[in-house]
């Protein structure tokens, strides 16, 4: 089945960012808007639930810290115990506040460089990726608004035509 996909491309993002307002205080849904930055306030506007990248932050994290200290337990107390400086390395908790930097870097790391696999797999930016922008130009300088339509395409290019949009598409997508 078929569905009729109506793009609207702007040259500005406070103008996409009311038009998005303008529309949706309509009762017209927006499915979705392109753009070559992060716009303030957007989230909102579109009615978008807040994201849980912060809980998968959180996770990360703490993943690299238990896997940073488990390492170090392992590798300074369990498989090499070695006496560093007059400290000897009998248990883990004699030596925590050493490991303190390292426990701290290894939670950074874990948690920085997952979530730009989460981020990127959740956008389906990754490399392979078959999801790709309507308009090349949204990744430049342009911003897009991607509206379904039911038979009301005519009310739909007149409301983004009175909202800034400087070209409107119609486009059929399987």
């Given at each position: 089945?078929?569905?009729?996909?109506?793009?609207g491309?702007?040259?500005?993002?406070?103008?996409?960012?009311?038009?998005?307002?303008?529309?949706?205080?309509?009762?017209?849904?927006?499915?979705?808007?392109?753009?070559?930055?992060?716009?303030?306030g957007?989230?909102?506007?579109?009615?978008?639930?807040?994201?849980?990248?912060?809980?998968?932050?959180?996770?990360?994290?703490?993943?690299?810290?238990?896997?940073?200290?488990?390492?170090?337990?392992?590798?300074?107390?369990?498989?090499?115990?070695?006496?560093?400086?007059?400290?000897?390395?009998?248990?883990?908790?004699?030596?925590?506040?050493?490991?303190?930097?390292?426990?701290?870097?290894?939670?950074?790391?874990?948690?920085?460089?997952?979530?730009?696999?989460?981020?990127?797999?959740?956008?389906?930016?990754?490399?392979?990726?078959?999801?790709?922008?309507?308009d090349?130009?949204?990744?430049?300088?342009?911003?897009?608004?991607?509206?379904?339509?039911?038979g009301?395409?005519?009310?739909?290019?007149?409301?983004?035509k009175e909202?800034?949009?400087?070209?409107?598409?119609?486009?059929?997508?399987?």
């Amino acid at each position: 089945m078929s569905k009729k996909v109506i793009y609207g491309v702007y040259d500005d993002d406070d103008v996409i960012l009311q038009a998005v307002k303008d529309i949706r205080a309509k009762g017209v849904h927006v499915d979705e808007v392109y753009s070559p930055f992060p716009i303030h306030g957007l989230d909102h506007a579109l009615g978008l639930k807040p994201s849980r990248l912060a809980i998968a932050s959180f996770i990360y994290g703490c993943i690299g810290l238990s896997l940073g200290v488990l390492m170090m337990w392992y590798m300074m107390i369990q498989d090499w115990p070695q006496i560093i400086g007059g400290k000897p390395n009998f248990s883990l908790l004699q030596n925590l506040p050493a490991f303190v930097p390292i426990a701290f870097e290894l939670t950074v790391f874990f948690a920085a460089h997952l979530m730009v696999i989460t981020y990127l797999m959740r956008c389906k930016l990754y490399p392979g990726s078959s999801e790709t922008s309507p308009d090349p130009r949204t990744t430049d300088d342009k911003f897009l608004m991607e509206i379904e339509a039911h038979g009301n395409e005519a009310d739909l290019i007149a409301l983004m035509k009175e909202t800034g949009a400087m070209e409107i598409k119609e486009e059929q997508i399987a």
